[in-house]
């Protein structure tokens, strides 16, 4: 069990009061911000509310504290992106799935750090400095939702919201040991959320173990009529789902393109090969399946993702809100120069990436032929779908790595997704769980791919996974 | 200089109209469509542009979108799909206009109306769907711009004809048919001036009997009718003075300056921006129901060409004619209810046109709140068809009707307006005036035909007009033999 659900659980038997655990959290999270920084902005007042309260404990998330990635709007809280362009911009209303989770009580301690505009694999594009490993300050949590994977990690709040766009959920909770669930497309509204790459993005719990998650995407889950590409899909007893035992007799396929790839590290290979035995012990049928268009997906997505983001971030030209450029002689030079200024030196690489593969000329050869690959990869897991119900993959080729490590090497940090950005292509969920420690102490990752709209039974594989071959957790440095 | 024009060439010219739908609400939000108080009062998040906001696509907006499709004989998709048009500009929230590129909701379909008394049918090439931009303000005199968005996101119909119209004047004609067509569906106010309707024109030349059309010049910043003609005329021209001078036309677009009539260049193709059109993923594809399809033709109301063509048939009136009856719904209902309850098309339509429109001069904002109404004009007339009150007697009721909004019934008593139609009393007058004016008389009788109206004169002074003229002629006729 979680510390979510296990708090819960206390305050309800009133084993525990709100302001006795406020006064522990308090000085952790604090202490803990200063050695990790995975809190742009730790909301004091909040806390200090929640500490005097008065009024009991009223159930669910009530009180609790939850973190949301810095990309996310909460009504009257600046809003940043991790970006200087969006410097003081307060959000002027809040995002549905925030909404949400404030309707079940839930109190919002802080923004979360991430890379700028949600586009990295290891945090270290923020404007607010890279967010460290909490098992070992010297590494990164991953990216792009490296907040709010290390505040889970270090016990700086009960859960977290994350955003995740090519594997910005599910990369970060492999680094930080952590569970992360991206949901289907459509399953969660984007209402409220800074757009990175429309058609990819999506939002979804971070959190301790497959309960912690059901527990918040409870919440948030469910058709938004503010977001159009929100579906009208039943959702379903995600606590509920997290008390089935399911992986026996479950058809679990491998992807072998997966498995043959160069460059995946030997200790997350080695720990994955553990897992698959475990799962046949538990009952499960492994089979071999083949998604022989895997190699191309990481060209697609960032062909798909930098042409949404270049057309996304066109609104941050310093005429409305956040910054604007200090000294200019035109209209054209105040655009060029607070955008120059704003964004950092990723999210302009992709804002030309993008623009030039939209461009005309060029669309038909880029946007267009990646759009193509998207749908075969697409029809692609739909077809191993027919064969298997769940797909078992690593989360990430590697370990989380050193701060700076990969920095001057975008291409090496692009391949990092390679594992989850097909899924967003495809707009499958899927959730990535911790399923053992490298020899250092750092996290290793999995994944569970599964059917649109099935987060019920991924969620039950990993809660039937935990319970069966519960993961070691490393010592926190923090 | 047109006739030596015309001679060598035909204008050609083809017409891209936006037209802003009349929806409560806007395009991609839920901001009201209105912008009566003040600036920016008329905004939500989502056309500001503000981080994390969504559109949602107004589904009354393409309910009217459907209907216009309808009306105008469009193959409206079944799938269309919503792109983002992308460039820098303040009055542009976004950065990208949300419009409809390769798969737009309309396709073909015409626009057909009687042009000098014949009829005539322009194609046009699709319908598609946007959203408005907002507004800037530049305040020269402080030095400073401003940014207005009550009109971001506010919808519009981007209607674009084939290039088949062939004069300044033809032009006039099928912009003024397409908006009757809107208002008739009421979907736009359609007013140029204000800018809710609006227009630009592509022009060009082409040698009678060639086939490949000239270089284009696309004209834009055109606020009404009479501009229209104007900035298309000064355009032909200015490509015929170029032509002539052996120099090439470049494919530009230009601004048409009112006061100055004239044109300057705005841009030209090489600089044009690349709008890096992709589809807009906040958007699924829109897909319409075969229902919802059904149930916007079932709304359709008689179209205007429809109307005139019936009106033609049914009423005998003139092409003229109809079209005139035919310049709104409500002048249109008010002809054919005046014309129904007299059973007299001609007095109806002689009346309306020459004495109702003369008090008119807002049709769309007048007509419906007009006095007399189509019941009191009815009224009127009977007066005239039971001989009660002459032509020019019910020219001066109506004067008094529309002044006093009074029923034609009390004016006639209260002016003891009604007409004699006692021959007693006729006949009295008239053995009085013969008495009175014995030489006139007996030069009548010896041939001076023409003073028959010297005596219709004096007999109606002394009965103060109202003898009933068919009647007072009969009679004179009778005894000045």
Known sequence: MGRLAKIQKALSEKKISLKEFYQDFIPQIKNRNSKTNAYIEIFEDELDAQKNRSDEYRGNLDGLPIGIKDIISIRNRNLTAASKILTGYRAVRSATVVERLAHVGASFCGRLNCDEFAMGSSNE???YGPVRNPFHLEHTAGGSSGGSAAAVAAEMCLGSLGTDTGGSIRLPAAFCGITGLKPTYGR???????????????????????????????????????????????TEDYVAATQKRILKGLKIGLPKEYFNMKGLDPEIEKQTQESIENLKKAGAEIREISLPHTPYGIAAYYLIATAEAASNLARYDGI???????????????????????????????????????????????????????????????????????????????????????????????????????????????????IGLSQSGLPIGAQFIGRPFSESQLLSAVASYEEGFPSKRGALQC | MLDELLKKYEIVIGLEVHAQLNTKEKLMSAARN????????????????????????????????????????????????????????????????????????????????????????????????????????????QGISLVDLNRSSVPLLEIVSEPEIRSPQEAAAYLKALRLVLRYLDICEGNLEEGNFRCDANVSLRLHGAEKFGTRVELKNINSFRNLERAIEYEALRQFQAIEDNQSIVQETRLWDANKNQSISMRSKEEAADYRYMPEPDLYPLVLTEKLLSDAESRLP??????????????????YEAEVLCASKELATYFETVAKGLNDFDLASNFIMTNVLAKISNLEKEMKSFYPDSGALTELLHEIQSGNLSLGMAKEVFETMFA??????????????????????????????????????SDFRSGKDKLFGFFMGQCQKSLKGKANPSLLKKILEENLK
């Open chain 1, 125 to 127: 594009n923020s404007a």
């Open chain 1, 188 to 234: 969660v509204s984007r209402s409220g959320v800074i757009a990175f790459a429309s058609s990819l993005d999506q939002v979804g719990p971070m959190a301790d173990d497959s309960l912690d998650c059901a527990i918040l995407l409870q919440a948030i889950a469910g058709r938004d009529s503010r977001d159009a590409t929100s579906l009208n899909i039943p």
């Open chain 1, 320 to 434: 409305r809100y956040g910054k604007r450029a200090e000294e200019f002689d035109s209209l054209k030079d105040l655009m060029i120069k607070t955008r120059s200024e704003g964004f950092g030196a990723e999210v302009k690489r992709r804002i030309m990436l993008g623009s030039f593969s939209l461009s005309a000329g060029y669309y038909d050869a880029y946007y267009a032929k990646a759009q193509f690959v998207r749908s075969k990869i697409q029809r692609e897991f739909l077809e191993a779908f027919k064969s298997v119900d769940l797909i078992f993959s690593p989360a990430s080729p590697s370990l989380a790595f050193k701060i700076g490590e990969r920095t001057n090497d975008p291409l090496s940090m692009y391949l990092m997704d390679i594992f989850t950005v097909s899924v967003n292509l495809a707009g499958l969920p899927a959730i990535a769980f911790p």
């Open chain 2, 34 to 141: 209105d912008f009566g108080k003040g600036p920016n009062t008329s905004v939500s998040t989502i056309c500001t542009g503000m981080p994390g906001a969504l559109p949602v696509l107004n589904q009354k907006a393409v309910e009217m979108a459907i209907e216009c499709g309808l009306a105008l004989g469009c193959h409206v998709q079944k799938k269309s799909i919503f792109s983002r048009k992308h460039y820098f500009y303040p009055d542009l929230p976004k950065g990208y206009q949300i419009s409809q590129y390769d798969l737009p909701y309309a396709q073909g379909g015409a626009v057909e109306f009687y042009f000098n008394n014949e009829k005539r049918k322009i194609n046009l090439q699709r319908i598609h769907m946007e959203e408005d931009a907002g507004k800037n303000l530049h305040l020269d005199a």
């Open chain 2, 302 to 319: 008689e179209l205007p060409i429809q109307k005139m063509q019936r009106f033609i048939k049914t009423y005998s009136r003139s092409a």
């Open chain 2, 404 to 441: 006093e909004k009074k029923k034609a019934k009390e004016i006639i008593e209260s002016k003891g307006l009604s007409q004699i139609n006692d021959e007693k009393i006729i006949k009295d007058c008239v053995l009085e005036a013969m008495k009175e004016f014995p030489k006139q008389l």
